[in-house]
């Protein structure tokens, strides 16, 4: 369990959004996560990233554990799971996005894994985090796509996207995620973006293909107020 202390999750976030500040977070898949390079690691990742999340699509029972352990000896920035499944759920971090998968239409992964994870999490200490998660056509077969067996939402559909926002919103969902998939050819347009934090009044993550500082900016331009990216960025 983490002893640290650090404002709510949840708080921080929103309190950044209303100063218009944006958010980075660095997405850390403990399966492909090199243990015995963390501090390499945590020292090239933007000086400006305000949060460590960590989850994949599939990961080794335990492996998150042992990753978090690691990355706590030698950082200070809040950890957040980003669960891929149940297994992955631990109180070493300090916040979880508790996800339901919007898009697919997957009952699995709209409810049953939340249900699934109610007694882990019944009585942690760990701030949830209610997320609609978004998967958007990234033009590559993905992992969470495979995993899930649902369909992401193609880029040309805004609509649809708009809608499932707001759904997800109007449901009680306190972030909305749009994700093109990890290793995506076309992260989310900017046309999504722009229309979906138009339309909503909760804060907006997106992530997936944006490995570069001009696609963040592009990204943080049409409205994300937070900017996820993997450990292949290439900031300057």
């Given at each position: 369990?983490?002893?640290?202390?650090?404002?709510?999750?949840f708080?921080?976030?929103?309190?950044?959004?209303?100063?218009?500040?944006?958010?980075?977070?660095?997405?850390?898949?403990?399966?492909?996560?090199?243990?015995?390079?963390?501090?390499?690691?945590?020292?090239?990742?933007?000086?400006?990233?305000?949060?460590?999340?960590?989850g994949?699509?599939?990961?080794?029972?335990?492996?998150?554990?042992?990753?978090?352990?690691?990355l706590?000896q030698?950082?200070n920035l809040?950890i957040?799971?980003?669960?891929?499944d149940?297994?992955?759920?631990?109180?070493?971090?300090?916040?979880?996005?508790?996800?339901?998968?919007?898009?697919?239409?997957?009952?699995e992964?709209l409810?049953?894994?939340?249900?699934?994870?109610?007694?882990?999490l019944?009585?942690?200490?760990?701030e949830?985090?209610?997320?609609?998660?978004?998967?958007i056509?990234?033009?590559?077969?993905?992992?969470?796509?495979?995993i899930?067996?649902?369909?992401a939402?193609p880029q040309?559909?805004?609509?649809?996207?708009v809608?499932?926002a707001?759904?997800?919103?109007?449901?009680?969902?306190?972030?909305?995620y749009?994700?093109?998939?990890?290793?995506a050819?076309?992260?989310?347009?900017?046309?999504?973006?722009?229309?979906?934090?138009?339309?909503?009044?909760?804060?907006?993550?997106?992530?997936?293909?944006?490995?570069?500082?001009?696609?963040?900016?592009?990204a943080?331009?049409?409205?994300?107020?937070?900017?996820?990216?993997g450990?292949a960025?290439?900031?300057?």
């Amino acid at each position: 369990m983490n002893n640290k202390t650090f404002k709510p999750i949840f708080e921080s976030i929103t309190e950044a959004v209303s100063l218009q500040k944006k958010l980075l977070s660095i997405l850390i898949d403990p399966d492909k996560f090199d243990l015995t390079s963390t501090e390499a690691f945590l020292n090239q990742i933007p000086k400006v990233t305000n949060y460590l999340f960590v989850g994949g699509s599939e990961v080794k029972n335990g492996q998150t554990e042992v990753v978090i352990d690691q990355l706590r000896q030698l950082s200070n920035l809040p950890i957040v799971l980003f669960p891929g499944d149940v297994n992955q759920i631990t109180d070493r971090a300090d916040a979880l996005l508790f996800l339901s998968l919007l898009s697919g239409q997957n009952p699995e992964y709209l409810i049953n894994q939340q249900v699934k994870s109610i007694s882990k999490l019944q009585h942690s200490s760990l701030e949830l985090i209610p997320t609609g998660y978004i998967l958007i056509d990234g033009g590559v077969p993905t992992s969470v796509l495979k995993i899930s067996q649902t369909k992401a939402i193609p880029q040309d559909q805004v609509s649809i996207v708009v809608h499932t926002a707001l759904a997800g919103q109007f449901s009680g969902k306190q972030l909305i995620y749009l994700e093109a998939g990890s290793g995506a050819k076309c992260p989310v347009s900017t046309e999504i973006i722009s229309e979906v934090k138009k339309n909503i009044t909760i804060p907006l993550i997106v992530g997936g293909g944006i490995k570069t500082e001009f696609q963040m900016e592009k990204a943080y331009k049409a409205g994300a107020d937070m900017v996820v990216m993997g450990n292949a960025f290439e900031l300057t």
